[in-house]
């Protein structure tokens, strides 16, 4: 609920954006700013100051490939514990899901976190953690692979970073974007600096921004300040959680335990540097090599989104979920098609949760 006090400066800065004579079209790259945006119906207040809000790839469960979830299906299957959080469950893969695989029989476990998957290695279980995610949960990961593990233990790396994305959607300049909302909880690791270059060479004004409806509208409004005063710098609307230089602590957690490689998101080609992989010094905890032979026939396979799901060109903001003909029909929450109707944080179960509640 909107605090009175917020209330009232939410109201102004919309009187301030109403007043403006320019449209401005803002990308943010967070399923929660999604949610808040969507939930207390900013979207339309927005809408009616000419302001165009777009999701990029901001769910790390929609953003995993085809080919991650048939990784996983194939540990599932040839007999290996794959533990992974519940989104991951649902999200189909070519033909089938971890779902459909723990159904035939496969051992497959929902855990909240990796210290529960390690739990189920040191029990005896030969175990694959399904590690997913943006530089948020990527340090929980860090911390546990830092530890001594079970033999038995190992870890599937989905994780990605944020900054190579955002650079990948300005450079292919599918969306006309006056700026961009920088996400609170990457920010709340990484720090606002790494943004800094990709405003100087795009020439795109940024804020963090924090989860609040006022916050949200506050960046909207910082944003529009700065292409109004023709800037384009990173600025910082969440500064009671976001510094420059981020957590030190789990940036060095991320840098000890892994490398950047450049890897394809759903949706979108390769992305330089945007996939979190183990250091070599890991092989032993790292399931891409401990099960390489394994895993061959699944590297060697080209893989489709599921038939009629457009969930690629709404990660990268070209269409919003509403344009897709499965929404609401074939494809819902209950029985998702493609992984942004899966996920809380996805565009597409966002958009049918709040039409339809
Ligand atoms: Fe994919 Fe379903 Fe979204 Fe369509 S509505 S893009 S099928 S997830």
Same mark, same amino acid.
């Given at each position: 609920m909107f605090q009175l006090r917020d209330r009232e400066l939410a109201r102004a800065v919309v009187e301030r954006l109403r007043e403006r004579d320019e449209p401005l079209t803002a990308m943010h790259v967070c399923g929660t700013h999604q949610d808040t945006i969507v939930r207390h119906g900013l979207d339309g207040l927005l809408r009616e100051c000419d302001v165009r809000i777009v999701q990029g790839p901001g769910c790390p469960v929609c953003v995993t490939t085809p080919r991650e979830i048939e990784m996983a299906i194939a540990l599932a299957e040839a007999g290996v514990t794959v533990a992974t $959080?519940?989104?991951?469950?649902?999200?189909?893969?070519a033909e089938t899901s971890l779902q459909t695989a723990k159904a035939r029989g496969a051992d497959v476990r929902v855990v909240y976190d990796i210290n529960e998957a390690v739990k189920l290695a040191e029990q005896g279980a030969e175990v694959v953690f399904i590690a997913v995610g943006f530089e948020t949960t990527a340090p929980t990961t860090a911390a546990a692979l830092l530890r001594d593990l079970p033999d038995g233990f190992s870890v599937l790396s989905c994780h990605r970073v944020i900054p190579p994305a955002m650079e990948a959607i300005l450079a292919a300049g599918e969306v006309a974007l006056d700026g961009l909302i920088d996400p609170g909880h990457v920010s709340v690791i990484?720090?606002?600096?790494?943004y800094e270059d990709i405003s100087r060479r795009h020439g795109i004004p940024q804020v963090v921004a924090g989860f609040e409806p006022v916050d949200v509208l506050m960046a909207i409004w910082m944003l529009a300040r700065q292409v109004d005063e023709g800037r384009s710098q990173v600025e910082n609307e969440y500064r009671r959680a976001v510094s420059r230089e981020g957590n030190p602590r789990a940036l060095q957690a991320i840098d000890d335990v892994f490398e950047p490689v450049d890897a394809s998101w759903r949706g979108f080609p390769v992305i330089p540097g945007s996939k979190l992989a183990l250091r070599p010094r890991f092989e032993e905890h790292d399931a891409a090599r401990r099960y390489e032979d394994l895993l061959a026939p699944v590297m060697d396979r080209d893989f489709e989104e599921p038939?009629?799901?457009?969930c690629g060109d709404v990660l990268r903001g070209v269409?919003?979920?509403?344009?897709?003909?499965? $929404?609401?029909?074939?494809?819902?929450?209950?029985?998702?098609?493609g992984p942004c109707m899966v996920s809380r944080e996805g565009s597409c179960n966002i958009a049918f949760r709040y039409s339809h509640d």
């Open positions: $959080f519940g989104d991951m469950l649902r999200v189909p893969g990484i720090g606002t600096s790494p038939p009629g799901c457009i269409c919003a979920p509403e344009e897709c003909a499965l $929404f609401g029909k074939k494809c819902t929450p209950r029985h998702p098609v």
